[in-house]
């Protein structure tokens, strides 16, 4: 993450010592029938200085709507 996201990512969930937040996203597929579904799940994550990773889950409505937009941008029905 760079520009104002990652400062407001370093800040919630980093310190001056932690490495650049990143944004993180998994994609799950299953199948129904003849049809492929997909789900995707986000999180910020950053790497403190003694090793621990600190996460934070992107799960309100404006990132869902966000994933939702890119996956039916990919060519999802």
Same mark, same amino acid.
Request: glycine share 8%; charged share 20%; aromatic share 8%.
């Given at each position: 993450?760079?520009?104002?996201?990652?400062?407001?990512?370093?800040?919630?969930?980093?310190?001056?010592?932690? %490495?650049?937040?990143? &944004?993180?996203?998994?994609?799950?597929?299953?199948?129904?029938?003849?049809?492929? +579904?997909?789900?995707? !799940? @986000?999180?910020?994550? %950053?790497?403190?200085? &003694?090793?621990?990773?600190?996460?934070?889950?992107?799960?309100?409505?404006?990132? +869902?709507?966000?994933? !939702? @937009?890119?996956?039916?941008?990919?060519?999802?029905?």
């Amino acid at each position: 993450m760079d520009g104002q996201d990652g400062v407001w990512a370093q800040m919630l969930i980093g310190n001056s010592s932690s %490495t650049t937040p990143e &944004r993180k996203v998994r994609f799950i597929l299953y199948q129904v029938g003849k049809d492929v +579904r997909v789900t995707a !799940q @986000q999180w910020i994550e %950053t790497q403190m200085a &003694r090793g621990q990773t600190q996460r934070m889950e992107l799960n309100e409505n404006s990132h +869902r709507n966000n994933m !939702q @937009q890119f996956l039916n941008f990919a060519g999802a029905n």
